[in-house]
């Protein structure tokens, strides 16, 4: 998948172009917009982005989570060294290593949530300029229906392009928004 950076300073424009791409289908799930003031998306048929992906807790706690792991394998590795297990047995090690190893990622994620998204991090002097960045994430099929309906707004400002592997993410929010309309 790709996803198409916009920068624009008009919601009603983007709205509207919303409603094009979902004629086109595009799934309003594929449509996001950034920005500072999440209020001005009340009422309106956009989507925002989601607070914690607007940070970059996820990135960083995937990040720590690799520390972790290496220092859940060195309590491991230090203890069958030391023949520790011999006299007290493998629980406490064990038990040792996934506290450690979830605290890491815990605390990786914690510091994540002080950054902004390093896919987000370009467009801060853009946000508080008051403006807007929306973003449309499509797969190759649906490229050429973006290119159309984005030709028809010439006061968007394309803003760049990046491979994003969302697929499975789309799946489950769809599958989410789907049984949401359908349960009670």
């Known amino acids: 998948m790709n996803r198409h950076y916009f920068v624009s300073g008009n919601l009603d424009e983007l709205e ?16 996001h917009v950034l920005t500072l003031d999440d209020a001005a998306l009340v009422g309106r048929g956009l989507h925002q982005v989601p607070s914690f992906m607007k940070s970059d807790a996820v990135r960083s706690a995937l990040k720590a989570s690799v520390f972790g792991l290496i220092t859940a ?9 030391m023949d520790l297990p011999e006299q007290v047995g493998w629980l406490p090690f064990i038990f040792l290593a996934v506290v450690l190893m979830g605290f890491i ?12 998204n390093a896919h987000f991090k370009r467009f ?11 973003y449309v994430e499509v797969k190759e099929d649906q490229e050429s229906a973006l290119k159309l309906v984005i030709d028809n707004h010439p006061d ?21 928004s789907k049984f949401a309309k359908w349960g009670p």
Do not use: C
């Open 73 to 81: 394998l060195l309590v491991i590795l230090v203890a069958y060294l």
């Open 124 to 134: 801060q002097e853009v946000l508080a300029e008051g403006k807007y960045v929306f």
């Open 156 to 176: 968007l400002e394309h803003a760049g392009t990046e491979a994003v592997p969302t697929d499975l993410v789309l799946s489950v929010e769809s599958g989410v």
């Open 105 to 116: 990622t815990w605390e990786g994620g914690m510091w994540g949530v002080q950054e902004p």
């Open 16 to 31: 509207n172009i919303s409603r094009e791409l979902e004629s086109k289908d595009i799934t309003a799930l594929q449509t």
